[in-house]
């Protein structure tokens, strides 16, 4: 089967979080019988997200948290989303790349780590820990949710200082004395989270193109 690119969407800043989940859930819905799969790129209105799980310590204190809390259906503790953070979505049916959900988390990492080198910025995976960082400090969160092979959220990755302060109010992703950083702060270059988004996609496209290729070699 030929690699066909998935459409990617710039769908802007501000974007209030329930219609972010509902525009998933009406293109899951889309994906499921075949249809064209979609990466919505988006800067979400701040909220705090967390996986669905009886441990919520992340959130340390909920009731004084200064922005909202959603419960969602992917993987993971307390992070935030809001103004100067890029977030993708990819809904994508892993039925075309290998059915592999740790390959595709690989490759959604991959993707963020290469989009950082073309502005300078040496991330890298750490063993045991999804996301991807900067030396000990994490740059961007990776959690995703997988119903019949289509998956849904994505990733999150802190372009500007704007996204950092609402961090300290959480426990990010559950991992005590975690640093958070952005790519501002690492580099010199000054990019908009939606050109980020762009070298994500391309790199994105690049390594989706070789899991068609690798699940059809098994």
Not at 168 to 189: K, N, Q, Y
């Amino acid at each position: 089967m030929a690699f066909s690119p998935p459409e990617s969407r710039w769908l802007g800043a501000d974007i209030d979080y329930q219609e972010g989940l509902r525009l998933q859930e009406g293109h899951f819905a889309a994906v499921l019988p075949g249809g064209a799969e979609t990466i919505f790129l988006l800067e979400h209105a701040p909220v705090y997200t967390i996986g669905r799980t009886r441990d919520q310590s992340s959130l340390r204190e909920p009731v004084h948290l200064p922005h909202p809390v959603v419960e969602i259906n992917r993987g993971g503790q307390a992070t935030y989303h809001g103004p100067g953070q890029l977030v993708g979505y990819p809904i994508l049916n892993l039925r075309n790349y290998g059915k592999d959900l740790h390959a595709y988390l690989r490759t959604l990492e991959e993707s963020l780590v290469a989009a950082l080198a073309d502005y300078g910025v040496a991330a890298r995976r750490r063993a045991g820990l999804t996301g991807v960082w900067v030396e000990d400090r994490k740059i961007a969160s990776i959690g995703v949710g997988v119903r019949k092979w289509i998956a849904m959220h994505g990733f999150a990755l802190n372009v500007t200082a704007e996204c950092l302060p609402p961090f300290l109010a959480i426990t990010p992703c559950g991992i005590d004395g975690v640093r958070m950083t952005t790519l501002h702060a690492e580099s010199a270059l000054r990019p908009t989270p939606q050109e980020v988004g762009a070298k994500i996609v391309h790199h994105l496209y690049q390594l989706l193109s070789r899991l068609v290729a690798s699940a059809e070699d098994h």
